[in-house]
């Protein structure tokens, strides 16, 4: 891939994108073009991996979920509606639901128990908070996380990042099932608003 | 249905981050299907959640490249969904049809709430779940509902093409210590059994309806009875 090319890629997030956004290739790959997808695969694949990495954790079943679902989005992107949101946002649910079914499964194979108990409550915000630091997208979305209230922002980042439930959440922060529902709601409301998100 | 729908609609946020169960996520997806506003809402919040996923980046080792196009060559893509013609009929259908719908999700819903650690509950629940919304698709579906004078409803879904029928009581109170409530067909040959009716659980499946007139339910001793033993707490006509 060429320098330049591999430039762009890395600003694919900001807004001055140049060249085919991810939406016109997602849109092109619905009609088999397979040189789209292999231009989707270069714009889409840092992040699609990037989340199945922090999801999953484990490196090999992570490289096993992201192949997964590369190949579900060339199979599956005829079903993209352009009209109902982005193919960025489009990739990435489709990505953190694999991810979180990988880790769900796996943890139905093994003690729940064992996985809580390793848990200490206050680290995962701490790890989480560390992890997205960095760039500038980074920084947007770490400054609009300040912007919510603790319970908000650990009830959005341990089901996002950690893959837990609400009721996993709802134990981990010693609230109410209730509770942790509407902070995940009121969380996401306030970050789209300040991210300026529409559908 | 005003508080249920609310109780649904602050569903949206822990949906977009996959915090729900498999099954919460059926019902909360049926819900969406006629919800405008929480469509819009889910819309906004998933793409809010993945602006969280595309702040982790981090490559994949460059050798999955070749293999994914490779795969990709060698895998048939799905086939595009064609819209629907609907005609005027089949639209006025839908909009009973989608309140049983929402019905059928909001037991669910509530089911999973109460008993979130009961898995093997949830899944049958989840089968069953997936049948009612099936049967609803049917073109000859008929929705029909009763109430009983303890506040309970019940709707019932009739497909005579299939054969099949769904029933679901709301808000259907606990039976007495050593009572269950008891399910039946009724038709000119006398009644038959439907199974018992746990309040709070999912819709019962009652199929071989040929003959049947009413639907009704009773209260029996726990177990079940032969014959209904106590005078129908709610009955509905299915013809």
Same mark, same amino acid.
Request: proline letters at 5%; a neutral charge; glycine letters at 8%.
């Given at each position: ?39 989707? %695969? ?34 599956? =992107? ?17 990505? /953190? ?13 093994? /003690? ?51 893959? %837990?439930? %609400? ?8 609230? &109410? ?23 | ?16 981050? $996959? ?11 049926? /819900? ?48 595009? /969904? ?11 259908? =839908? ?43 049917? +073109?000859? =579906? ?7 004078? $303890? ?19 709301? $808000? ?15 038709? =000119? ?9 746990? +309040? ?27 014959? &209904?033993?106590?005078? +129908? ?7």
């Amino acid at each position: 891939m060429p320098e330049r090319e591999r430039a762009l890629q890395s600003l694919q997030s900001t807004p001055r994108d140049v060249g085919p956004t991810a939406d016109d290739l997602l849109t092109l790959v619905a009609r088999g073009d397979e040189a789209a997808f292999e231009r989707l %695969y270069d714009v889409v694949s840092g992040s699609v991996f990037g989340l199945i990495r922090r999801v999953v954790r484990d490196q090999a079943q992570s490289e096993e979920v992201f192949q997964e679902v590369m190949l579900e989005v060339w199979r599956t =992107a005829t079903r993209f509606d352009a009209e109902r949101g982005s193919a960025n946002a489009w990739i990435l649910t489709l990505t /953190h639901r694999r991810a979180v079914d990988r880790v769900r499964s796996a943890q139905a194979a093994t /003690h729940r128990e064992d996985r809580a108990a390793r848990l200490d409550p206050g680290r995962p915000f701490d790890e989480v908070s560390e992890q997205v630091d960095g760039k500038l997208e980074q920084r947007q979305v770490r400054r609009c996380l300040s912007f919510l209230t603790d319970l908000q922002r650990e009830s959005v980042l341990l089901a996002y990042y950690q893959g %837990y439930s %609400y009721p996993e959440v709802a134990s981990l922060l010693g609230i &109410p099932l209730g509770t942790v529902k509407t902070r995940m709601r009121d969380g996401l409301i306030r970050l789209r608003d300040c991210m300026g998100v529409t559908g | 249905m005003r508080t249920t729908s609310a109780d649904l609609h602050t569903l949206t946020g822990a949906y977009a981050v $996959n915090a729900l169960s498999d099954t919460e996520r059926a019902a909360f997806e049926a /819900h969406l299907g006629g919800c405008g506003s929480c469509s819009q809402e889910v819309a906004e919040l998933a793409a809010t959640a993945a602006r969280l996923g595309a702040a982790v980046e981090s490559p994949p080792p460059p050798q999955l490249r070749a293999r994914v196009l490779a795969a990709a060559a060698e895998t048939r893509q799905v086939s595009p /969904h064609v819209p629907k013609i609907a005609d005027r009929r089949r639209l006025r259908w =839908a909009g009973g049809l989608l309140a049983a719908a929402c019905l059928a999700a909001v037991v669910v819903v509530t089911v999973q709430n109460v008993e979130t650690s009961d898995e093997r509950r949830l899944a049958q629940l989840s089968s069953e779940y997936s049948r009612f919304s099936d049967l609803l698709s049917t +073109p000859d =579906a008929k929705l029909i509902s009763g109430t009983a004078p $303890n506040g309970a409803t019940g709707t019932a879904v009739v497909s005579a093409s299939r054969d099949e029928a769904l029933f679901l009581a709301k $808000n259907l109170p606990q039976p007495a210590d050593g009572k269950t409530y008891q399910l039946w067909l009724i038709g =000119a040959d006398g009644e038959r059994s439907a199974g018992l009716v746990v +309040p709070g659980s999912g819709p019962s499946v009652v199929t071989g309806l040929a003959g049947t007139e009413r639907v009704a339910l009773t209260v029996e001793p726990a177990g079940g009875s032969e014959k &209904p033993t106590t005078v +129908p707490v709610m009955s509905m006509s299915i013809v």
